[in-house]
């Protein structure tokens, strides 16, 4: 095994394929109707590293999600055409901000809002640690239950297959091993940088967070909620952030067991075939000389390599 390589890469699965995210840039890879990889790079427009707040800890996690957010977006329009294939169309800034509303909006109306709103005509004290316990629980048996729902449709089921293909690719790229199918195939598809993992520190770290809000009219603790979702964010960023950086530490078990878990319903096995577009994502954001780096390691998936064009 070489050594490791000091950059890390993220991504998320996407419509029939993988979105990675190296340092420099990040593409997207799916497998289209006739059975080819089809890979788009684009340069990695860091917002957030070209300013200083991004440096400033809890303000960098809210940065980072937003543009996280924006190429995810980016990546599921792209991968939703050529899955079926159709052309390339762009996506307009106005399509873009129409999305991130409407996904905003469901967000905080179901998994903020709704908990809230059934423990506050349950007739409990919004003063006291009960009320903040059980409208966590009602939160995180939601977000549980539809990630757990959505799972049982064909369509997504594939996409958290993907979403396991993505996880394994970058344990094995992580690890220096060679990016080929038995060195892939030997990791789990669970990872503790994963976006489901912070999804449920926000659910967490909510519960410290509104419980110093104390007792407010149900208006105004609907408002304390919406407004201090930036803050819950911001801390939950930097908990992720050390649990991935500790994951062989105790104190990083115990901040990455609770996604890891969830990750098992937001991730499955994957078919080979997948594990081939997740490398062809990852090769495709790299630069020549990490791809040089790469393949001095060992073989390389063929059709991964290809579908770069390198």
Not at 34 to 51: D, K, M, T
Not at 67 to 82: D, I, M, V
Not at 156 to 182: C, N, S
Not at 232 to 259: F, H, M, N
Request: glycine share 10%; hydrophobic share 50%; aromatic share 8%.
């Amino acid at each position: 095994m070489s050594e490791s390589p000091v950059s890390t890469v993220g991504g998320q699965a996407v419509i029939e394929g993988v979105m990675m995210r190296a340092p420099s840039a990040w593409s997207v890879a799916v497998r289209n109707p006739s059975g080819e990889i089809e890979a788009v790079r684009h340069r990695l427009p860091r917002l957030s590293s070209r300013s200083r707040w991004a440096r400033v800890p809890l303000v960098r996690g809210v940065l980072v999600l937003g543009e996280s957010l924006t190429l995810g977006f980016r990546a599921l329009a792209w991968s939703g055409q050529r899955s079926v294939g159709e052309e390339e169309k762009p996506v307009t800034k106005g399509q873009m901000a129409g999305s991130m509303t409407i996904a905003a909006v469901f967000f905080v109306g179901f998994f903020v809002v709704v908990p809230l709103l059934v423990v506050r005509w349950g007739g409990l004290d919004a003063s006291s640690w009960v009320f903040h316990l059980v409208e966590a629980v009602i939160r995180i048996a939601l977000l549980v239950g539809y990630v757990w729902l959505i799972g049982r449709w064909e369509e997504i089921g594939r996409v958290y297959a993907y979403h396991g293909a993505e996880h394994m690719t970058i344990h094995a790229y992580e690890a220096g091993d060679p990016l080929d199918r038995d060195h892939i195939s030997a990791y789990r598809p669970e990872h503790p940088r994963c976006g489901t993992s912070f999804l449920l520190l926000v659910m967490l770290t909510a519960i410290v967070v509104f419980s110093l809000v104390g007792s407010l009219p149900w208006y105004g603790l609907i408002a304390s909620r919406v407004v201090l979702i930036p803050v819950v964010a911001g801390i939950s960023y930097e908990l992720l952030k050390l649990g991935g950086a500790q994951a062989d530490r105790p104190v990083g078990r115990v901040l990455t067991a609770p996604g890891l878990w969830l990750q098992r319903l937001t991730t499955r096995v994957p078919e080979t075939n997948m594990i081939d577009v997740a490398v062809a994502a990852l090769l495709f954001a790299m630069t020549d000389e990490e791809v040089d780096e790469v393949a001095q390691r060992g073989p390389i998936i063929p059709e991964a390599l290809s579908a770069t064009g390198r």
